[in-house]
Structure formats: C-alpha cells, structure tokens
C-alpha cells in the first residue's frame, strides 16, 4: 500500500491530537507540534536508552485474571525508559472492568502515555465512555509529539472482513539527553495467512522511511524473526535481541514474537526476556545506544 505524503495540516491535526491523547498518570500537560529528527546537524555522543515491548492480554495475566497492578509491577521490573505495549483496554468491556489501563498504568508508574486504539466503538450499554482498544507506549523521557499512524488490518469487529487501512500503529517522538528518537508500537495480525502481515510490513517501512534519526519499533509481531513475510524488515531495521529468549506463550515460550528492532543509528549492548507471567507474553527489554545528531 502506498501512503500518500503527509500535508502541513495533517501535521497541525497530529499535534492537537497528541496533545488531547498523551497523559502523565491522570494529567494532561501540553505536547509541542511532532519535529522530525533532522536529518543533518551536529554529531552527538551515543545516548543510552532502554526500551521494551510487552504484550499485556487486556491485563490479564497467563491465569486469565485481570489484575492491573501485577502488570504496573512487572513493567516497572523492567526498568525501561520507553515501553511499547499491545493489547491495551481503554473503557472496552467486562474482561478489563472498563478500566482505562493506558491512564492506569501511567499513574501507577509516573510515566507519559500515548494510547493509539485500533478499534473506537460507541459506549457499552449502561456506560458512557467510548469503548478502545488498541497499543500503547509509556514514557518517562520527554515526549515531543505522537500520531496514530494507520496500516492495513484486518478487523475482528466485522463478520467478513477484507484487508483495509486502519489506525493502531503507534509512534512516539522522546527526547533522550538532547536526541530525538523515534519509538513504534505494533500489533501485526495474528492470522495464520501471512499475506496481511507482508503489506502491514510494507506499509510500517513507509511510515518510517519518512523520519530521520534513530527508529526503534517494538511490537508482537505474531510471527518469529525468520518468519518470510518480516523479511522486508531486516536491512533497513536490525533485531536488536536474537538471543533474549522466547516469548510466546508465558508460561512455557515456544516462539519469539516479541520483537524488538532498530535503525543503523542504534546500537544494542544487552537484551533479555523476561520471565514473569503477567500475561501470556514475556516482555522483552533491550539496552541501546543512539548514535544521533541534535537539533
């Protein structure tokens, strides 16, 4: 799928949408407009950043009890200045208790918050808040802008769906000591047919091919590394932690699914999985350096 080029006024929306979107714990404080890392300026020193993707099952730990505070503790187990989280309930039903987790787990951990649903529905009976779900990512450093960028799915709401452009591919702007790097979160599909996750691939590689700087994008890929539809990945991004483990499912990991993965601009100098049963996944946490410029 092809994108069409980003126009000045999608960019001024983007930025009003990332400044209604983003919270610190139940706080709303203002975003600036999204800036694109340059693609030239001043060489800056290697930045440390640690990063990780977890999969949190709507909050639901492998034993399928929902339990918000076991997940908020194992996040905080990791210790990770940028998270990217999948599976994310915000007011969508029973399961989750209608909880927003995305604002949840951000009080809980004194983090910024950017929620991307891919799936916004009117409010369950006897409920007022719309019901999302979606991805996330949690940030304790400053984040200079978000936007919720679409790719093609396709959807679990419909009887007969068809593969179709849909937002739910998220990516955060922080700033790491002066450097701009750019964070995705994703959650590819889960069908066995490969084909949608091939143009979901293609149409991930143009949203980044359109920032500059480092570019980390973590997610649940729901298919290994080596898998061929991912192949288009790997050269323009690097897997930044081929040895960490298995992630998938909890309990007893049998696949690595869990990724994550990196621009020529990051260097990795440790990754690992974690072993907690939070969730039917196992977070992944990667230590990186960003060779970047400053603005």
């Known amino acids: 799928m ?29 975003v600036a407009s999204a800036p694109r890392s340059p693609a030239v300026g001043r060489p800056a020193p290697p930045v440390p950043l640690r990063v990780a ?33 999948q599976e994310v309930d915000v007011h969508w039903g029973e399961r989750s208790g209608f909880t927003d987790e995305a604002r949840g787990l951000a009080r809980r951990l004194h983090m910024r918050v950017f929620f991307a649903p891919v799936y916004d529905l009117p409010p369950a009976a006897g409920h007022t808040q719309r019901q999302r779900f979606g991805v996330a990512v949690l940030s304790r450093l400053p984040v200079v802008g978000a936007e919720n960028h679409e790719i093609t799915r396709l959807s679990t709401q419909s009887p007969d769906p068809v593969p179709a452009p849909a937002p739910g591919f998220a990516e955060v702007t922080v700033r790491a000591r002066g450097t701009l790097a750019h964070v995705y979160s994703t959650h590819l599909d889960y069908r066995p047919d ?75 100098t440790d990754a690992r999985t974690a072993d907690t049963a939070a969730s039917d996944h196992r977070p992944v946490v990667a230590d990186l350096l960003l060779r970047g410029h400053t603005p």
Not at 235 to 263: F, N, Q
Request: negative net charge; hydrophobic residues 45%.
């Open 53 to 85: 993707t977890y999969n949190i099952h709507a909050g639901a730990g492998e034993d399928d009890v929902f339990d918000l505070d076991r997940t908020a503790r194992a996040i905080h187990d990791l210790d990770a200045d940028v998270i990217g989280l």
């Open 2 to 30: 092809t994108r069409p080029s980003r126009t000045s006024a999608r960019r001024i929306l983007a930025a009003a949408l990332c400044a209604a979107a983003l919270t610190l714990g139940a706080a709303s404080p203002g």
């Open 194 to 268: 490969p084909s949608v996750r091939r143009t979901q691939v293609d149409d991930m590689l143009n949203v980044l091919a359109e920032d500059h700087g480092p570019k980390i994008l973590v997610g649940d890929f729901n298919a290994e590394p080596g898998a061929p539809e991912l192949a288009k990945l790997w050269g323009p991004l690097s897997d930044a932690a081929p040895d960490a483990g298995d992630t998938y499912p909890a309990l007893a990991p049998a696949k690595r699914i869990d990724v994550i993965a990196g621009s020529p601009e990051v260097a990795v």
